[in-house]
């Protein structure tokens, strides 16, 4: 029975306590508050470009100037103190806080009925910024903070509950009721588990001991993933905003257009490549819908592909830009700093796995256009590659340069600042596209504000951090996995998948690779001996896909907006789409060749089985070949013959492989495909 002063159930006071617990509505404040938002961005920019690579850079001129020149000692003391600069990450980290959780107070709604800023959003932002202010002007004793050599005050407790509450509340906003209920859970778990009977019981300790591992400690907010947000992220995003505005991506599309355009189911082979390639410069999956989705979708819409259709194409494809180097998303770089593991490796190890993700997608859209008779695309909408090569060269210098600093092993922050510089600099060749002040202001708007869900996620991922550090919950999760799965490596790698897939529903992909890291890590390098790299990337690609997962994906929400249907019909075809990013990392835990480990022949033998592999299992989850159905005892062969190809023992891969090219030969030869269009593939 409901209490005299709670909502009914259907009421008008039950929907507002429920739409209470969901996300907010972005929106842009004008007047004032747009003007601090601008100034807050810029700032935001031009410090982390200091903190990255400018800090460094100008500290080594001003030492290198005063050791030629005899200079007075005050250039030395610039470059020492712009060189240790870097080394501050709290107050970078602090500073940080200072200017993006204000923005996003201001540009996030509370409910998503209110698309207008209020006071309570104006509260929120003076007080987040209040506390980074308390947390930069305290900076020096929380430098080397260790508990008992400085004593905690009152006041530091305050600002520490305080700013957890804003995380909470932030990340409720900006991502959703699936990572917030997570948290809330955990931070419960955290305070009182030590009440609780059992395995599941922890060590009692006091809640100010809770408060400073959480917000001084660098497992906590202050921790791995806020400052990745802070530095790399943010600088990979600012490159992605300079390169979008400087006109990069239309160079994606038209090259696209050249190369796939003329191929039967030229328009969805167009967006797959056009988004892979912006994919993997933004590194973002919705970021990436919104650029080329208004351009692939309506093309496609055009040639008769349904919306859900369209927008499922568009959405995997996007998908896969967080997987396909060179930048890939901000995931990869949380990866290399839980690992250790250089980004350049984790970049190189990527790239083969990435294309085969792609290769199952050209292999469902051409076999679906065979079906549907698709044609190629509009004359007018093809560009010839050499016309597209003419007008847009200059963008593929970045990229290069790009890739060049990587390989020369400088560090992820230089590299984007680089890249960046460069963008701005090549802009200046094409007066329509030049970068110039205003321009630049608008790629610092734009970064921060595809940066606010990202913000809230790993700062809601530091708390999820600190309460597994804290309670020790990661070894009793490790127990509770290796219960589940009898204590085998096939069926705890099936649990680890599905753990992901479900946390993935609600939550953004980083945070789903950071408590995959957290809880599943342990089992699988402890226990099971795996090697880092790998192990690490199969949780970075099941964290990837929850972009696609239903009901809860981000990349599906973008371009059913766009393609004007409903998001949860795009899931089964984007699922379908994404075959490729479920069994490839089954396959490379086993067969290192496709990360370019081993010799070239080990390499050459494994893209080939990778090959065969997404081939039989786009076709099991298919079930079509061209215009005909595959019968059912086909599809278990090539299912049998997928699995069996995981095994990396030669005696029965490779007949694996045999029989399923064999079978699909069998296919192209019985099931009699349309006749063959001229200049069609």
């Not at 995380?167 to 991502?175: A, D, G, P």
């Not at 210098?397 to 020369?408: G, K, Q, Y």
Request: proline fraction near 6%; glycine fraction near 10%; charge should be positive.
């Amino acid at each position: 029975m409901s209490g005299a002063g709670a909502p009914a159930p259907g009421g008008a006071g039950w929907h507002t306590a429920l739409e209470l617990t969901r996300e907010g509505v972005r929106h842009r404040p004008g007047g004032a508050w747009w003007v601090l938002i601008t100034v807050g961005s810029v700032i935001a920019a031009l410090y982390v470009l200091w903190i990255g690579a400018l800090a460094v850079i100008s500290g080594d001129a001003a030492l290198w100037l005063a050791r030629r020149t005899g200079s007075p000692a005050g250039l030395e003391a610039f470059a020492t103190w712009a060189r240790a600069f870097t080394a501050r990450f709290h107050l970078d980290i602090s500073v940080f806080i200072a200017i993006t959780f204000p923005i996003a107070f201001l540009t996030t709604t509370a409910r998503q009925s209110r698309k207008t800023l209020a006071w309570t959003d104006i509260a929120l932002a003076l007080i987040a910024f209040a506390v980074a202010m308390y947390y930069i002007v305290e900076n020096d004793r929380f430098l080397n903070w260790s508990r008992g050599f400085s004593r905690p005050t009152t006041l530091d407790y305050t600002a520490g509950f305080t700013l957890i509450v804003l995380v909470v509340e932030l990340c409720r906003r900006s991502t959703g009721p699936g990572l917030t209920a997570l948290i809330l859970i955990l931070l419960a778990y955290s305070f009182w588990g030590h009440l609780l009977p059992g395995a599941l019981k922890h060590e009692n300790y006091t809640h100010r001991y809770f408060i400073e591992m959480l917000t001084v400690q660098e497992n906590g907010i202050f921790g791995a993933p806020l400052e990745v947000a802070a530095s790399y992220a943010f600088l990979f995003v600012l490159f992605g905003s300079f390169f979008e505005r400087s006109g990069g991506g239309q160079l994606f599309f038209d090259l696209a257009s050249a190369i796939t355009g003329r191929m039967r189911g030229g328009a969805a082979k167009a967006c797959v490549t056009a988004s892979g390639l912006y994919g993997s410069v933004s590194g973002s999956p919705t970021a990436d819908v919104a650029t080329t989705g208004p351009l692939t979708i309506p093309i496609m819409k055009r040639q008769g592909i349904p919306a859900a259709r369209a927008g499922a194409i568009e959405a995997a494809a996007s998908s896969g830009g967080a997987m396909l180097p060179p930048v890939m998303g901000a995931v990869a770089f949380i990866m290399s700093d839980i690992t250790g593991i250089p980004y350049v490796d984790i970049a190189w190890a990527s790239l083969l796995p990435a294309i085969l993700y792609y290769v199952a997608i050209y292999i469902l859209v051409h076999n679906e256009a065979v079906r549907n008779d698709e044609g190629r695309m509009p004359d007018d909408q093809i560009v010839d590659l050499m016309t597209a090569l003419a007008r847009g060269w200059r963008h593929l210098l970045p990229l290069a340069a790009l890739i060049v600093l990587l390989l020369l092993g400088y560090t992820p922050t230089y590299v984007a600042a680089g890249s960046t510089a460069a963008v701005i600099v090549l802009s200046w060749l094409s007066p329509r596209d030049a970068i110039g002040p205003r321009r630049f202001v608008v790629c610092c708007v734009d970064t921060i504000t595809q940066l606010v869900p990202l913000v809230g996620a790993v700062a809601g991922a530091g708390i999820v951090i600190g309460c597994i550090e804290v309670s020790g919950l990661a070894g009793k999760f490790t127990l509770l996995i290796t219960y589940l799965s009898g204590g085998y490596l096939p069926s705890t790698l099936i649990f680890a998948a599905l753990f992901l897939v479900l946390l993935g529903m609600g939550m953004p992909t980083p945070a789903v690779y950071i408590m995959g890291a957290a809880l599943l890590g342990p089992t699988l390098l402890q226990k099971f001996g795996l090697p880092v790299l790998p192990a690490h990337l199969f949780l970075l690609y099941y964290a990837c896909l929850s972009a696609v997962t239903p009901p809860v994906a981000v990349a599906n929400f973008a371009a059913g907006a766009i393609a004007g249907a409903n998001p949860m019909a795009l899931g089964p075809h984007a699922v379908k789409l994404a075959i490729g990013g479920f069994v490839v990392p089954f396959f490379f835990l086993f067969n290192h060749g496709i990360l370019l480990r081993g010799s070239v022949v080990t390499i050459v033998s494994d893209i080939v089985a990778g090959v065969v592999l997404v081939a039989c299992a786009s076709l099991v989850l298919h079930g079509w070949w061209g215009k005909a159905r595959i019968p059912w005892p086909v599809r278990g062969g090539l299912a049998v013959a997928a699995l069996a190809i995981l095994n990396p023992e030669p005696t029965i891969q490779w007949p694996a492989a045999l029989a399923g090219v064999l079978v699909m030969l069998g296919l192209w030869k019985f099931l009699s495909p349309p006749a063959a269009v001229p200049s069609q593939v």
